[in-house]
């Protein structure tokens, strides 16, 4: 199904498609997606910075082993556009994110689904990336899905911010794209992988990795399938027109 245009609604709207979303793609991670011992958990966010994230920095972060048995993990880079490697707001705190955690308890990996708060205003902006890299800092791996346009804040979208505070480097969109998809990996070597999306395209299954060289695919197109058909016909219908109803 083609990614529709959430930018012409109030936040408020895309906050509901955001919640059901997160919730589809954690079922579909728990449906034996994830290897044994791993759970994706909805979770509200809690604030700019998360206070699991600080405590798992301050006792000293493991990375998470991929074991022998269970789930769809592979091995093999993920194929993506683009690959680089390196040694309003009020509704933007209500979204849920999901995490991926070890036995319930630590995290290993992180989903997120930006909001339209989450870039009105340079300080929401600024906490999102902030969040963000103190994930990638402590050994977190992350999914950043961002299906709204670029901002005068992020003008090179979502990506770019988030990878500045590891390299200082050009990133353009490729003709005719405007979101972003953001697959980070978090080990001896970072690396990002990102696919560079539009309105009306399919999205591709995103790597989610659980370990250094290890991921799972994130079937974002079948989830996003999934929570549209669910979705109530007055919604899909002003988010196909872009007119709300009088």
Do not use: C
């Amino acid at each position: 199904m083609p990614i529709h245009d959430w930018s012409r609604l109030p936040a408020g709207l895309f906050h509901h498609f955001h919640q059901d979303w997160s919730t589809e793609i954690a079922r579909a991670l728990n449906r034996g997606l994830l290897p044994k011992h791993l759970s994706a958990l909805i979770e509200q966010k809690s604030g700019p910075v998360a206070p699991d994230v600080l405590a798992i920095e301050r006792s000293g972060h493991r990375p998470y082993r991929k074991p022998n048995d269970g789930g769809l993990t592979v091995q093999d880079r993920p194929a993506t556009r683009i690959m680089r490697t390196t040694e309003s707001q009020r509704f933007a705190a209500k979204a849920n994110r999901i995490t991926i955690r070890h036995h319930l308890g630590e995290i290993v990996a992180v989903i997120e689904i930006v909001s339209p708060g989450n870039k009105d205003g340079r300080k929401a902006l600024a906490s999102f990336v902030e969040k963000s890299v103190e994930f990638l800092q402590a050994g977190i791996h992350l999914l950043v899905v961002d299906l709204f346009p670029p901002t005068p804040r992020d003008p090179f979208g979502i990506h770019k911010p988030i990878w500045d505070a590891f390299v200082d480097e050009d990133f353009d969109f490729p003709a005719g794209k405007d979101r972003i998809l953001a697959s980070y990996e978090s080990g001896g070597v970072r690396s990002a992988f990102v696919e560079p999306i539009a309105v009306g395209d399919i999205m591709p299954d995103m790597p989610l990795f659980l370990a250094e060289g290890w991921h799972i695919k994130t079937p974002l197109e079948a989830t996003y399938q999934t929570t549209w058909s669910a979705t109530p016909e007055m919604l899909r219908e002003v988010v196909e027109t872009g007119v709300l109803p009088e």
